[in-house]
């Protein structure tokens, strides 16, 4: 038990950080746009590259912080019907839900975008607009926002397997693991 929790630590800390991050990059995708509209309508310039930014950002937010949106149990769930039922239903629902839809999905999309980012930093694909950013980091973000959720998975699977095993609820387990 002592081995799932430290795996569930570890995994919890890496996607509490990368929700940091996350927050982090909606503060500067919220900064830039405040410029990008500022330059625009004050001094009539623009910059492709900017707006690229901004965009890039924006996609960060959502493929770094979807990990961490899994950590503190914020994605769509059917909280009506799931919380009318005992800790140890929910956590054989939640490993269900792991091992039959998030693990095959997300490691097929992991699959399907890695080929892709490998390719772009390859050839160093850059943005058909002038002005434009490289388009191999963004698209490297991809698979590893993909990664970092099927790692949330591990960890909530960890969580789940400990509340069935043990008296533990899987969401007070969550909630200690979650102050990291």
């Not at 623009?46 to 770094?64: D, K, P």
């Amino acid at each position: 038990m002592n081995i799932l929790k430290k795996i569930s630590h570890i995994i919890d800390t890496i996607n509490a950080t990368l929700g940091k991050i996350a927050i982090v990059a909606i503060f500067l995708a919220t900064i830039i746009s405040a410029g990008n509209a500022l330059f625009r309508y004050a001094f009539n310039m623009s910059s492709n590259g900017m707006l690229e930014v901004q965009w890039y950002l924006f996609a960060a937010v959502f493929l770094l912080g979807s990990g961490y949106t899994y950590l503190k149990d914020q994605h769509i769930r059917i909280d009506i019907i799931s919380n009318r039922f005992s800790p140890k239903v929910k956590a054989t629902m939640e490993i269900i839900g792991i091992v039959f839809f998030l693990f095959p999905a997300f490691t097929m999309l992991f699959y399907l975008t890695i080929g892709p980012a490998i390719s772009s930093w390859q050839i160093w694909e850059m943005s058909s607009n002038p002005g434009g950013l490289p388009r191999a980091p963004i698209k490297a973000l991809l698979p590893v926002g993909m990664f970092f959720l099927i790692l949330q998975g591990v960890s909530e699977l960890c969580k789940a397997i400990i509340t069935l095993r043990t008296s533990n609820d899987i969401a007070k387990h969550s909630e200690q693991q979650q102050q990291c």
